[in-house]
Nanobody
Framework: QVQLVESGGGLVQAGGSLRLSCVAS????????MGWFRQPPEKEREFVAA????????YYADSVKGRFTISRDNAKNTVYLQMNSLKPEDTAVYYC??????????????????????WGQGTQVTVSL
């Protein structure tokens, strides 16, 4: 099993920045791509960003392109989500996820929650006006 623990969430004013971290432990050698999803209040979980195992490929939802950056440090078993120019509509619980698959190579694949095997508990991000 793989355990994922997110941190870095909090309350920030619109236009501000936050950096989320997700640390993996356990059978991390079984992990491949990793992603961030979010669930706004009373809405379904949605894709935010994903990154391949090597870090050479990244994928973003249109709503965050140009504002969010995903990165990973495999030596530290950590994936990051740098969030800039935050907007109130970015308010949500943010979840880190990891997949065992080595076959995914498109945004279409990485954007589906069902394609991930492991999930963190989430961290709250609240953006105020």
């Amino acid at each position: 099993q793989v355990q994922l623990v997110e941190s870095g969430g909090g309350l920030v004013q619109a236009g501000g920045s936050l950096r989320l971290s997700c640390v993996a432990s356990g059978r991390t050698f079984s992990m491949s791509g990793m992603g961030w999803f979010r669930q706004p209040p009373e809405k379904e979980r949605e894709f935010v960003a994903a990154i391949s195992w090597s870090g050479s490929s990244t994928y973003y939802a249109d709503s965050v392109k140009g504002r969010f950056t995903i990165s990973r440090d495999n030596a530290k078993n950590t994936v990051y989500l740098q969030m800039n120019s935050l907007k109130p509509e970015d308010t949500a619980v943010y979840y880190c996820a990891a997949t065992r698959s080595t076959y995914y190579s498109s945004s279409s694949s990485y954007s589906k929650p069902v394609n991930y095997n492991y999930w963190g508990q989430g961290t709250q991000v609240t953006v105020s006006l």
